[in-house]
């Protein structure tokens, strides 16, 4: 079967400032490459259209581009904030081929499930859940009533089949279809100052998190854990270097070194035969000692990412039980001293969240000395557990377009106006990035980081635009 995959283009920047999003970072969509190095593995021919690739066209022209292809099915994988520029995709395509099956799939899919078909009847089908083997047996043209995590519509009923157990040995799929990817690798960019080498790629190793952060969606690989064995993942990165000449990998797992035996396994790979190549990961505070530290470090690992999310143990109790701030502390200082960078990730504006608790969070964030500083803005995805009763406590803008971390679209009940948030957040993050310990480390490593710099030199019209609507807050 002729199938054409489809990564929408949402919405990837702040509401009312300059995009620069792309230019910043653009990241391979590594699900719809598994999906579609699945499919031809299964003898289907596939074709990917990034529509956050090098070459974005608009919607006419993706629709084009994808009837170019003469598919006879159509796959779609959405976050939120894509979904619905994917649905009017899907109906310009309706309207050209009104019988050409469309499938949507992604963790807003898998979050919201049937409710989709009824309120979006352009849509054929969803995949629930995990999507190789669901899609691969829907590809096969099997029965939509005997394909296991497949939702459709039979007449004016709409059908929800049993759940898709998980792939139980990751080892199977194939590498992603990087190579169905217009430009890559060189014209998708890892984050600024996130690596010294280029071209840059990014990979995932691992399914699935134990933990239970309430304003994590888990609705596509669920609570359990499954990962990929160490000589999997040494030969992946193998691949990547020979392929296509990647020297730095953004390892993107929730949970890297949840599992310490095929990380050091991994990490005695890379020693014993290293691949000319550097890595990023994250580690959870408890699962990062010092022998740890020190293999990542010998294997080439360059920096380290925490989930800290807040610097006010009230919030964290709540939102993410079990981190505690002295414990930060210390694995930052244990992670800089074993010569890793240390990268802190922040959230503002979680429920429970005031003047009080963001005025500790900087403070606690300045006091680390990290190396590099994310601060997203909380959004109550549909399959976390806070969006239950996310209405209780505080003003809730539910508009899919903007439900992308980067837009507030939640406000707590202690925090004045959504003006007021802004205005907090971006004074958080411009003391961040005006502290004079971070500007020092940056300029100490000028020259390693001079692929960034030359980047940013590159589009500096537009990176000083999208500073300047930053602290104008307009367009």
Request: with cysteine.
């Amino acid at each position: 079967m002729r199938v054409v995959l489809v990564h929408p283009a949402g919405s990837n920047w702040v509401e009312g400032y300059r995009d620069v999003s792309a230019l910043a970072n653009r990241m391979p969509p590594l699900g719809l490459l598994s999906l579609a190095a699945w499919l031809e593995k299964e003898g289907h021919q596939v074709r990917v259209i990034d529509c956050l690739g090098p070459k974005v066209r608009n919607g006419e022209d993706t629709i084009s581009r994808i009837l170019g292809e003469e598919p006879e099915l159509v796959g779609f994988s959405t976050t939120t904030s894509a979904f619905l520029d994917a649905w009017q995709l899907t109906q310009g395509l309706k309207r050209i081929e009104p019988d050409l099956p469309v499938v949507f799939g992604g963790v807003h899919v898998s979050a919201i499930g049937g409710d989709l078909l009824r309120q979006f009847p352009e849509i054929d089908f969803l995949v629930i859940g995990e999507g190789e083997v669901t899609l691969g047996e829907l590809a096969a043209k099997r029965n939509p009533a005997d394909i296991a995590g497949l939702v459709f519509r039979d007449g004016e009923k709409i059908i929800t089949n049993p759940v898709r157990q998980p792939i139980t040995d990751l080892d199977s799929l194939p590498f992603p279809a990087y190579d169905k990817l217009a430009g890559f690798p060189d014209r998708y960019e890892l984050p600024l100052f996130s690596s010294i080498n280029a071209p840059g790629a990014t990979m995932v190793t691992s399914r699935g998190c134990p933990y239970q952060c309430s304003y994590c969606d888990r609705s596509v690989f669920k609570r359990g854990y499954r990962y990929n064995s160490a000589a999997y993942i040494y030969e992946h990165m193998a691949w990547l270097r020979k392929r296509f000449g990647v020297r730095h990998l953004n390892i993107y797992d929730d949970l890297f070194t949840l599992h310490r035996e095929r990380i050091e396994e991994l990490c005695g790979k890379l020693i014993a035969k290293p691949l000319g190549l550097h890595f990023n990961c994250a580690v959870r505070v408890g699962h990062s000692d010092d022998q740890l530290l020190r293999l990542l470090k010998k294997a080439g690992c360059l920096m380290v990412s925490l989930g800290i999310e807040s610097g006010d143990p009230r919030l964290l109790e709540v939102h993410k039980p079990g981190v505690y701030l002295e414990e930060v502390k210390t694995t930052v200082a244990r992670i800089q001293a074993h010569g890793l960078r240390a990268k802190g990730l922040f959230m503002m504006g979680l429920p429970g969240e005031s003047e009080e608790s963001i005025k500790k969070t900087s403070d606690f964030v300045i006091s680390l000395g990290l190396d590099d500083m994310n601060m997203a803005k909380f959004t109550p995805f549909f399959g976390a557990p806070v969006s239950r009763t996310i209405r209780e406590q505080g003003e809730l803008k539910e508009d899919w377009h903007l439900m992308n971390c980067l837009n507030f679209v939640f406000l707590p009940k202690d925090i004045a106006s959504w003006q007021r948030l802004d205005e907090l957040y971006n004074r958080h993050v411009k003391r961040f990035y005006s502290d004079p310990g971070w500007r020092r480390r940056l300029a100490s490593r000028w020259w390693q980081y001079r692929h960034s710099f030359w980047r940013l030199i590159r589009h500096l019209p537009d990176f000083l635009a999208a500073m300047k609507s930053f602290a104008s807050g307009r367009k």
